[in-house]
Nanobody, 122 residues
C-alpha cells in the first residue's frame, strides 16, 4: 500500500510561485506513474500534471502548461509540482496520486493523498 502526503500549499499573491511536494511511504514510487490533480470549491476534480514512472515523460493540462512543472526524485520517493505565475483561478485543493506503471491524464489512479490547499489572492 502506498501512502501519499502532500505539503507546500499556502497563500500566495497573483504572479507568485509555490512548490508542492508529495512524499510517499509504504512502497517505493519508482514503478508508479504520478499525477497532480486539483479541485476548486463547487467544481469537479481536474487533471493538472502527470509524470511517467521513469520521469522521462510529462503531461500537463492546457491551463497550466508553461507555468507548472512536475518532477520526481525516486531516490527520495517524492514528486514535486513547481507552480509559477500563479493566477486566482489556480486556487484549489491539490492532490497527488499514484498509479502502477501506466501514466494517464484521467483520475484513474490507485492511491491518493489527502490534499493541500493553494490559495492565490491579493
Amino acid at each position: 500500500q502506498v501512502q501519499l502526503v502532500e505539503s507546500g500549499g499556502g497563500l500566495v499573491q497573483p504572479g507568485g510561485s509555490l512548490s508542492l511536494s508529495c512524499a510517499a511511504s509504504g512502497r517505493t514510487l519508482s514503478s508508479y506513474a504520478m499525477g497532480w490533480f486539483r479541485q476548486a470549491p463547487g467544481k469537479e476534480r481536474e487533471f493538472v500534471a502527470a509524470i511517467s514512472w521513469s520521469g522521462g515523460s510529462t503531461y500537463y493540462a492546457d491551463s497550466v502548461k508553461g507555468r507548472f512543472t512536475i518532477s520526481r526524485d525516486n531516490v527520495k520517493n517524492t514528486v514535486y509540482l513547481q507552480m509559477n505565475s500563479l493566477k486566482p483561478e489556480d486556487t484549489a485543493v491539490y492532490y497527488c496520486a499514484a498509479r502502477w506503471r501506466v501514466v494517464v491524464t484521467t483520475a484513474s489512479y490507485d492511491h491518493w493523498g489527502q490534499g493541500t490547499q493553494v490559495t492565490v489572492s491579493s
